[in-house]
């Protein structure tokens, strides 16, 4: 394991929080727009709800304004469909959020469908979601985006390599595909019920493991010298903190990088929310 480069998301979202801090107040001197992010949280999911305290502490630190907008479990579609329209139509708001999951009966699809193009930090819309099948979406889903920034910044070469996601939501392992498959990558697409997983694994120049599943990778799945990022966030009973979806020891013996849960893609993901907010107040507010 000495000779694996880890992908320290901790110390790269730092950087990259400290570039949004110095656009935020560019903009704010060149136009005196303070850039803004609003989350609109329903339920009571205690996941969700230390999320968007970490997002709001990050979008502080930055100079952003942040807003949440909370609903209950009892809420209605129309409801969180009025608040995202008012967010819309709001001109100091940049970045809209919709925080996952919404409790059921909740129309999500409806949802994030109506945030503006224009706002949508999260990149999960389906205005978003299609530009970047285009290859050229102005606003990328934050952890996939989060990851490629990740290897852009260790100067990890994706064009030509072989990668293989193992995961397919929506917000995850299908943008994170295309993301790589933007880059040249030849990509291969796993899911939990792939059958002799370990067959595609070791093939994997570039492992993305984002399926949910408490270290279901181990090392003797992956091909020496990959790339491996772990997404996985899970809460196992009797362990004293989450684990990956990647048993990270005995990966780290195989691999030449790898991502640290936590540590390793989570501040990422908050640091390209920052990201795609300043940049939406930018797009809206453009230079004369």
Not at 116 to 124: L, R, Y
Not at 179 to 195: E, F, G, M, P, W
Request: net charge negative.
């Amino acid at each position: 394991m000495t000779d694996v480069t880890i992908l320290d998301g901790t110390k790269t979202a730092k950087a990259i929080r400290l570039e949004v801090a110095s656009r935020v107040a560019a903009l704010k001197e060149r136009t005196g727009v303070t850039t803004g992010l609003a989350a609109v949280l329903a339920g009571d999911n205690p996941a969700s709800v230390t999320y968007v305290a970490m997002k709001r502490k990050a979008c502080a630190a930055a100079g952003i304004h942040s807003e949440v907008h909370i609903f209950d479990s009892a809420a209605k579609t129309d409801d969180i469909l009025a608040c995202v329209t008012d967010l819309n139509e709001n001109p100091n708001i940049h970045g809209i959020l919709v925080q996952h999951p919404l409790p059921k009966g909740i129309d999500e699809h409806a949802i994030l469908a109506a945030v503006s193009p224009d706002k949508d930090a999260d990149g999960i819309g389906r205005a978003s979601l299609g530009e970047l099948v285009k290859g050229d979406a102005p606003f990328v889903a934050c952890t996939p985006q989060g990851m490629i920034t990740l290897l852009d910044r260790y100067n990890i070469d994706i064009r030509g390599k072989h990668a293989v996601v193992i995961g397919r939501s929506v917000i995850l392992g299908k943008p994170m595909a295309l993301l790589l498959l933007n880059r040249d990558a030849t990509v291969t697409i796993c899911h939990s019920k792939t059958q002799n997983l370990a067959d595609f694994t070791r093939q994997a120049d570039i492992l993305v493991a984002a399926v949910g599943k408490p270290e279901m990778i181990t090392g003797d799945m992956l091909k020496p010298g990959c790339v491996v990022l772990d997404a996985g966030y899970n809460r196992v009973e009797g362990r004293s903190s989450d684990v990956g979806d990647c048993h990270y020891e005995s990966c780290a013996a195989v691999a030449s990088a790898i991502t640290p849960v936590p540590g390793g893609v989570g501040p990422m993901t908050i640091a390209t929310l920052l990201e795609n907010t300043v940049k939406a107040a930018e797009r809206l507010n453009p230079a004369e």
